[in-house]
């Protein structure tokens, strides 16, 4: 339970042209989460973002959506973990991943940015990659202009892939705030594998 996931952050951007874009399904798994728990999330000054408790298997859990840009995400998610006294480990960061394609979703701890600006802001701001992340694949763009490519809307046939990975990770939240990290990653990873 000590390393059990405490705060789940979803990455995006701030409003409604961005809210159907590639780079913001990071932002739909955590309002995901909210909806599956009838939980409203809510925008916190003091966080710099929309913020939520929820409990999630008997376990008192954080719900943050960043408010402040992609690229200032580490302030928000600072906010929450220096108010709450949050551990790195006990953190999930949900962001978009050009390398995986729609409807492919993968649990990691630690690590680099890979490129990924709000990624690479928690890291600067947190001094340390040290917390899990889970990467929503959306594919690469075959003409390489990437940053249309994230700020896009995905097609209708993508846009179900992309939701009903996320749909798959909600039902693993319990191993999640359990700690029991390797469990979790192997339904996620299984494709053929009925959670």
Same mark, same amino acid.
């Given at each position: 339970?000590? #390393? %059990?996931?405490?705060?789940?952050? /979803? ?13 913001? &399904? /990071?932002?739909?798994? &955590?309002? #995901?989460?909210? =909806?599956?728990f009838?939980v ?13 408790? @929820?409990?999630?298997? %008997? ?6 959506? *960043? ?10 998610v600072?906010? @929450?973990? #220096?108010?709450?006294?949050? *551990? ?7 962001? =978009? ?16 940015? #890979? ?19 889970l990467?929503? %694949?959306? %594919?690469? *763009?075959?003409?390489?202009? @990437? ?6 809307? *995905?097609?209708?046939? =993508?846009?179900e ?5 996320? =749909? ?8 999640? &705030?359990?700690?029991?990290? /390797? ?13």
């Amino acid at each position: 339970m000590e #390393n %059990g996931i405490r705060l789940f952050v /979803g990455l995006g951007n701030l409003g409604s042209a961005y809210s159907a874009t590639r780079h913001n &399904v /990071g932002a739909w798994f &955590v309002a #995901n989460i909210a =909806d599956s728990f009838g939980v409203s999330l809510r925008y916190e000054t003091k966080f710099h973002g929309l913020f939520a408790d @929820v409990s999630i298997a %008997g376990c008192s859990c954080k719900l943050l959506i *960043p408010t402040t840009y992609m690229n200032c995400s580490g302030r928000a998610v600072q906010a @929450v973990v #220096n108010f709450y006294k949050i *551990p790195l480990m006990q953190i999930l960061v949900a962001h =978009d991943e050009l390398d995986f394609s729609a409807g492919i979703a993968r649990l990691k701890f630690g690590g680099g940015h #890979n490129g990924h600006n709000g990624l690479r802001d928690i890291i600067s701001v947190l001094q340390d990659g040290g917390f899990h992340r889970l990467r929503l %694949g959306i %594919g690469r *763009p075959q003409n390489k202009d @990437v940053v249309n490519y994230v700020l896009g809307n *995905p097609s209708s046939g =993508d846009k179900e892939k992309i939701v009903t990975e996320i =749909d798959k990770t909600i039902k693993l939240l319990p191993y999640l &705030v359990a700690g029991e990290m /390797g469990k979790a990653m192997q339904l996620l990873h299984d494709e053929h594998k009925e959670i």
